[in-house]
Each structure stands twice: as C-alpha cells, then as structure tokens.
C-alpha cells in the first residue's frame, strides 16, 4: 500500500493490520483501525479526526464510501457510496448502496440496510433487522420474506477477502 494517502491528524497516524488490503486510491485520516483480512477499496475515505474509524476483522468498506467516527463490527459489509457518519454497526451488519446513516445511529448485528435507505440520528436498529426507506423502518428479519441467509452468502465476507486478494494493482 503507498503511504502518501495516509494523513496523521494531531499526531494520531492511521494504523492498518498487516493482512488487510487498503486501496492506494483510499484516503485515511487520523485515528483509523483497519482489521485483519478487512478490504477498504478504492475512493474510499475514513475519517478519524472527530472520534476513531475503526473497520472489523474481516470487515469490506465498497468503492467510494465514507466513514466518518464509524465503528464497524467484525464481517461487516459496507456498500459502494454508502455514507455512515458517528455511528456503530455490529457483527455481521450489511450497509447497502448509496445507503446514508446518520450521527448517533446503533445498527445491531446481522441486520441488512437496503440500498439508498436513509437512517436518520440516534436510530437504534435491533440485531436481526431489515431497514429500509426514506426515512429508514426497520422490520424483524423473522417477519419479512427476505431470505437472509442468501443475501449473506451473496455478501459473504470471505468472498470480498478473496477477491480483494485477487486485485493486487488496486492495493
């Protein structure tokens, strides 16, 4: 990875694990953890001058997504242009596309936030949801006829971990 994309903010440096895959074309600021085997792809800016970014073991940031004062879980999927500002995602959590999440918002583990969903402050989304809409309405997994288990197949973690691997110019 070339470091030139990697700022110190108040003499806090970004700190990425050594088996995590972060883009050239990312940019880090301030008080970044990035865990094993995570992927932050290209476009993608994590800010940490506010509060720390940290993005879990195993966990996958999509092209162009932002991260501001974000804590992500471990095998959290984070969806290209998705915008997640002050806010903590659990274990195993799906962030959609282009999905916005506002400041103080909790999404509990293994939820999915549908593509351009939009979760306004201080919403606490319960482990096992499906969050959709404008302003965001979460439903129980349980109580939709989503089959959750492929989507998170789909979405696996590992399959980002390899393909992340597998674009070796990108890192």
Do not use: K
């Not at 970004?14 to 995570?38: C, N, Y």
């Not at 984070?78 to 500002?85: E, K, P, Q, S």
């Not at 789909?154 to 890192?171: K, M």
């Amino acid at each position: 990875m070339v470091d030139s994309r990697n700022y110190a903010f108040e003499g806090v440096n970004p700190a990425i694990h050594d088996d995590a895959r972060v883009s050239r074309e990312a940019t880090l600021v301030g008080d970044v953890r990035v865990g094993a085997d995570a992927s932050v792809w290209p476009g993608v800016v994590l800010r940490g001058d506010v509060a720390p970014v940290e993005v879990g073991v195993e966990s996958h940031v999509g092209d162009n997504a932002v991260l501001h004062a974000v804590t992500t879980g471990d095998r959290v999927m984070i969806g290209h242009g998705a915008v997640l500002n002050e806010s903590d995602i659990d274990d195993g959590a799906l962030v959609g596309f282009n999905t916005t999440v506002n400041a103080d918002v909790h999404v509990g583990e293994r939820c999915i936030i549908a593509s351009g969903t939009v979760v306004p402050n201080g919403y606490d989304i319960p482990s096992e949801s499906f969050v959709r809409g404008v302003p965001a309405r979460a439903t129980p997994l349980a109580e939709t006829q989503i089959d959750a288990e492929s989507i998170f197949e789909a979405y696996s973690t590992g399959g980002y971990t390899d393909l992340a691997a597998r674009h070796e110019e990108l890192f």
